[in-house]
């Protein structure tokens, strides 16, 4: 037999483990909701594996989970007969987070126990909850079609123990050692309630063993199967927190069964909060694939869209084959009507949630709508219902609306819907493209999550108005308003003209073009992309991302009313001011670069040009 080893926790686990002990957490009681939770997913796991290794549970074919209370020895054990736990096992699922975006998690560790309990109950890490109520918890376990047990014991103080050990049979036994002052989860009532309470969806026996005997404490049945007239909304609550192993309550629950040529069951929930590896690239959707009840996967990425990785909860399938692959699941054509059924369940709740409460919309779109307009981009069959539950900022106040509020109210002769993109929506209000469009009382979206370049480029109209960047092509604001009538066109005075004309020949190793702005009321310069071009956040973050060697030449427009332009228009055709305006061509070029956020590309040419200029200024 091997000799007790001593590891050290993962850094993460070590801070999780101080937090959970030292929170002063209200509802303790929810770490044998966890507890449970993880043994019946051990149980699902097993049951699945039987399936192609039937030898694996041919000993022990009744999954149960079992509760044992030694109130002399204040110990509380939590045991299973699912797919257990080897050496290894114990270490990595116990002893450190494999987790996407955990570095992202624990960033958002406040200090603030009660905020961090809350964080902690995204994570799922329910297992580590047993430190609320024990001074010491030991994890036997013995992995299905094994010989050897391993025994795993901790303080929750930095460390562990892993020793080999004795257990009859495969799967688990959790020993908890309570602490002085948690006395009530040594007496069984307290137990029975608990149970009764958080854990009656589980769909295995739930058992206490009582004087030597055997007493279920659940219903022991598929809450989804169940008609929806027979749950309570507190059994959709802790079935939603067993699925997703989630500490916050459902947004919405979608709860439906179809019968015909395709028979399933879903139950389906959007979270209240948003998890905290949403945007992670490696995060996969947290729906459960069943088959006749028995668990086969969480991983079956065809089952729901990427757009709607937010969703929690379970589909039972009962034309889907038990023994079925996950290479089977990627061209399965059940599962693809099961989707395409899912899908519209989902957007059809969120459509009557949106009309019935739409402040209570707006919270959820708060949180998910950046990840629902991924669909605009993915989902062309689903684009119009999406575009019709996109919301959006814009010019016009600092609240919310939708594309048909946008259209409401657009101007007389306005044919397009104008929109800028960027990294921030407050950023976004100051920029100088917008100046034009301000004069004019035009409204025009503000759109700053990464997926709006993609998706509006994708979908080009909505209900036949274009949508127009405001940083690309020429801005001809003349038609807008004024009865919708074309206002009269005046032509730049000759001093300008020359002024465009010394600034093309400055810049044309730079820039496409120079030419008098409309768009501009108040800022001297800005950059714009050629009508036909790529926009340039879009060009920007293909360029980040090395999909494109170099940048496109944009368009310097100049604004003829600014004083600055209107001075240096002044000094073209003196000589003794050529260089002095070559240089302030430059200038004026890296200005309207660093208002868009662009590194200037010559920094000592930059300085230098600008040392020039001041002095110039104040000789």
């Known amino acids: 037999m091997m000799a007790e080893e001593k590891l050290q926790f993962q850094a993460?686990?070590?801070?999780?483990?101080?937090?959970?002990?030292?929170?002063?957490?209200?509802?303790?009681?929810?770490?044998?909701?966890?507890?449970?939770?993880?043994?019946?997913?051990?149980?699902?796991?097993?049951?699945?594996?039987?399936?192609?290794?039937?030898?694996?549970?041919?000993?022990?074919?009744?999954?149960?989970?079992?509760?044992?209370?030694?109130?002399?020895?204040?110990?509380?054990?939590?045991?299973?007969?699912?797919?257990?736990?080897?050496?290894?096992?114990?270490?990595?699922?116990?002893?450190?987070?494999?987790?996407?975006?955990?570095?992202?998690?624990?960033?958002?560790?406040?200090?603030?126990?009660?905020?961090?309990?809350?964080?902690?109950?995204?994570?799922?890490?329910?297992?580590?909850?047993?430190?609320?109520?024990?001074?010491?918890?030991?994890?036997?376990?013995?992995?299905a079609g094994e010989e050897k047990a391993w025994r795993w014991e901790s303080d929750g103080r930095g460390e562990f123990t892993i020793v080999e050990a004795e257990r009859e049979g495969r799967g688990t036994t959790i020993e908890l050692h309570i602490r002085a002052g948690e006395d009530e989860f040594l007496e069984p009532q307290r137990i029975r309630q608990v149970v009764r309470t958080y854990s009656d969806h589980i769909a295995l026996p739930v058992v206490l063993v009582e004087d030597g005997k055997d007493q279920t404490l659940n219903a022991?049945?598929?809450?989804?199967?169940?008609?929806?007239?027979?749950?309570?909304?507190?059994?959709?609550?802790?079935?939603?927190?067993?699925?997703?192993?989630?500490?916050?309550?459902?947004?919405?629950?979608?709860?439906?069964?179809?019968?015909?040529?395709?028979?399933?069951?879903?139950?389906?929930?959007?979270?209240?909060?948003?998890?905290?590896?949403?945007?992670h690239p490696d995060r996969r959707h947290r729906v459960k694939l069943y088959v006749k009840r028995v668990f086969i996967t969480d991983e079956a990425a065809e089952l729901v869209p990427s757009w709607l990785r937010f969703l929690k909860g379970v589909v039972d399938s009962e034309d889907l084959p038990l023994n079925?692959?996950?290479?089977?699941?990627?061209?399965?054509?059940?599962?693809?009507?099961?989707?395409?059924?899912?899908?519209?369940?989902?957007l059809s709740k969120?459509?009557?949630?949106?009309?019935?409460?739409?402040?209570?919309?707006?919270?959820?779109?708060?949180?998910?709508?950046?990840?629902?307009?991924e669909g605009l981009?993915?989902?062309?069959?689903?684009?119009?219902?999406?575009?019709?539950l996109a919301l959006f900022r814009s010019t016009q106040g600092e609240g919310w609306s939708s594309l048909a509020e946008?259209?409401?109210?657009?101007?007389?002769?306005?044919?397009?819907?104008?929109?800028?993109?960027?990294?921030?929506?407050?950023?976004?209000?100051?920029?100088?493209?917008?100046?034009?469009?301000?004069?004019?009382?035009?409204e025009v979206l503000l759109l700053s999550d990464p997926i709006d370049d993609f998706w509006i480029a994708s979908v080009g109209e909505y209900e036949g108005k274009k949508f127009r960047s405001v940083t690309q092509g020429g801005a001809d604001l003349s038609k807008i308003g004024a009865d919708g009538k074309d206002e009269e066109k005046k032509e730049p005075p000759a001093e300008l003209a020359g002024?465009?004309?010394?600034?093309?020949?400055?810049?044309?190793?730079e820039v496409k073009d120079v030419r008098a702005s409309e768009r501009l009321t108040e800022s001297a310069v800005c950059l714009?992309?050629?009508?036909?071009?790529?926009?340039?956040?879009?060009?920007?973050?293909?360029?980040?991302?090395?999909q494109l060697d170099q940048a496109s030449k944009r368009i310097l427009e100049i604004n003829p009313k600014h004083a600055l332009i209107a001075e240096l228009a002044k000094q073209v055709g003196k000589p003794e001011q050529a260089q002095a305006l070559n240089d302030l061509a430059f200038l004026l070029l890296d200005q309207a670069r660093i208002v868009e956020g662009e590194v200037v590309p010559d920094p000592a040419a930059f300085a230098r040009r600008l040392s020039s200029a001041l002095a110039r200024g104040l000789g």
Not at 248 to 257: A, G, M, N, Q, S
Not at 324 to 346: D, F, T, Y
Not at 499 to 509: I, N, Q, T, W
């Open 220 to 279: 022991a049945a598929a809450l989804w199967q169940k008609p929806k007239n027979e749950i309570t909304e507190q059994q959709y609550k802790e079935f939603y927190r067993h699925a997703g192993h989630l500490g916050d309550e459902p947004w919405l629950t979608v709860h439906f069964k179809v019968e015909g040529k395709v028979e399933y069951a879903a139950l389906l929930f959007v979270p209240t909060e948003k998890p905290f590896d949403l945007y």
């Open 528 to 546: 714009v992309a050629d009508q036909g071009d790529l926009d340039m956040r879009i060009e920007r973050m293909l360029r980040q991302h090395k």
């Open 12 to 143: 993460e686990v070590g801070r999780l483990l101080d937090i959970v002990a030292h929170s002063l957490y209200s509802d303790k009681e929810v770490f044998l909701r966890e507890l449970i939770s993880n043994a019946s997913d051990a149980c699902d796991r097993l049951r699945y594996l039987a399936l192609t290794r039937p030898e694996l549970a041919a000993d022990d074919p009744a999954y149960k989970v079992r509760i044992a209370i030694d109130p002399k020895a204040r110990i509380l054990t939590v045991a299973d007969n699912g797919i257990g736990m080897g050496r290894d096992d114990l270490i990595h699922n116990l002893g450190t987070i494999a987790r996407s975006g955990t570095s992202a998690f624990l960033k958002d560790l406040t200090g603030d126990s009660g905020k961090d309990v809350k964080l902690i109950g995204q994570f799922g890490v329910g297992f580590y909850s047993a430190f609320m109520v024990a001074d010491k918890v030991a994890v036997t376990s013995r992995k």
């Open 377 to 388: 981009y993915e989902d062309f069959e689903r684009r119009e219902t999406l575009l019709k």
């Open 350 to 373: 969120l459509e009557k949630k949106a009309e019935a409460a739409p402040e209570e919309y707006l919270s959820f779109f708060e949180k998910f709508g950046a990840v629902l307009k």
């Open 406 to 442: 946008y259209v409401g109210r657009m101007k007389e002769g306005q044919d397009a819907i104008y929109y800028i993109t960027g990294d921030d929506a407050k950023a976004l209000r100051k920029s100088p493209q917008l100046e034009g469009f301000a004069a004019k009382g035009i």
């Open 324 to 346: 079925v692959s996950r290479e089977m699941l990627q061209k399965n054509a059940v599962l693809a009507k099961i989707r395409h059924g899912l899908v519209g369940r989902v």
């Open 499 to 509: 002024l465009v004309a010394v600034l093309r020949l400055a810049l044309k190793d």
